[in-house]
Nanobody, 126 residues
């Protein structure tokens, strides 16, 4: 059974940094794309960042310049480095993956991703 397992969330002060990780188990074939989404209380899940085959990266405007997504293809693992964290970054962060080729626009939407992690909580205090 394929699973995505996130780690690295926690409590951090505004201006601080976190590195989230998402490891794949049960699959060795490289994903076409892996991404990060987040959901704050009372809000819809939103796109954060994605990395596709060829290492093309895509970021939400809200995190551009503060976030870096990367992947280790050998480990089928994706990372999200977040710097300059703000209280509005507080959310549950979800890892997602797909083996299907997606357009740049589709990469930023949640529906095309077929696999999801359980989420990791990030709390940023002011």
């Amino acid at each position: 059974q394929v699973q995505l397992v996130e780690s690295g969330g926690g409590l951090v002060q505004a201006g601080g940094s976190l590195r989230l990780s998402c490891a794949t188990s049960g699959r060795t074939t490289r994903w076409f794309a892996m991404g990060w989404f987040r959901q704050a209380p009372g809000k819809e899940r939103e796109f954060v960042a994605a990395i596709a085959i060829g290492d093309s990266t895509h970021y939400a405007d809200s995190v551009k310049g503060r976030a870096t997504i990367s992947r280790d293809n050998a480990l089928n693992t994706v990372y999200l480095q977040m710097n300059g964290l703000k209280p509005e970054d507080t959310a549950v962060y979800y890892c997602a993956a797909t083996s299907n080729p997606l357009s740049r626009v589709a990469l930023t939407t949640s529906r095309p991703y077929g696999y999801w992690g359980q989420g990791t909580q990030v709390n940023v205090s002011s």
